[in-house]
């Protein structure tokens, strides 16, 4: 786990061109997108289209990933972060925990952009998996170059869940996507691009990270 000092971050919206700003806490944030191998040991299944240990994990719906999130929390004896219904379909955030969470979308591109301002932190060949050299599948975590600050995997490779709700009032429960998969153009594999999913669906080009939060940094 990458630890990130406090900052301020400036999303937008192609769809409603609407732009607005995000204040960042301090927290921290793992180097690579959860892998299968990683996955396995928590949950004990296998979902993804593409197997191998050290590749993201895929085919993995919101509510997994909150669920493995929950799993790893109480397996390490932190207080898990989310409160979820019996039949799992609510889901609320303990802001206060110590435990294992899905980044908001205003950590994950202030994470991805690592003081950047462009549209990516680098290279897209040196730093990303995505259609032109992925060979349309994942490839094992942290083969390309990370970002300034140690992350690797931020565009490509996967889409990764975050915590947020897309929109509502136009999409109900959607929740937002960031970074770019195997199978993107490079206009998707942007800082800036934002994509929605239903919670419950499971795609073979999505996959998540996780995040924790932190009092103080230096």
Request: with cysteine.
């Amino acid at each position: 786990m990458i630890p990130l000092a406090p900052g301020q971050v400036m999303l937008s919206d192609r769809r409603t061109q609407r732009t607005w700003p995000a204040a960042v806490a301090p927290f921290l944030l793992a180097s690579c997108p959860v892998t299968q191998g990683d996955y396995a040991d928590v949950t004990g299944a296998q979902p993804s289209s593409a197997p191998g240990a050290d590749r993201p994990v895929e085919t993995v719906s919101w509510h997994d990933a909150v669920r493995y999130c929950n799993a790893r929390s109480e397996r390490e004896r932190l207080t898990p972060a989310y409160r979820l219904s019996p039949d799992g379909t609510d889901c609320v955030w303990d802001a206060g925990s110590d435990g294992y969470r899905l980044p908001t979308e205003a950590e994950w591109e202030y994470a991805c952009r690592a003081g950047s301002t462009g549209p990516r932190y680098g290279s897209l060949d040196e730093i990303a998996w995505y259609r032109a050299n992925s060979g349309e599948r994942s490839h094992p975590v942290g083969g390309k170059a990370p970002n300034a600050w140690g992350l690797y995997d931020m565009l490509g490779n996967v889409w990764e869940w975050c915590w947020d709700v897309y929109d509502a009032e136009v999409y109900g429960s959607y929740r937002v996507l960031r970074g770019g998969g195997w199978f993107d153009e490079p206009w998707s594999c942007r800082a800036s691009v934002r994509r929605r999913s239903h919670p419950t669906l499971r795609l073979d080009d999505v996959g998540f990270r996780v995040a924790r939060s932190a009092q103080e940094l230096s």
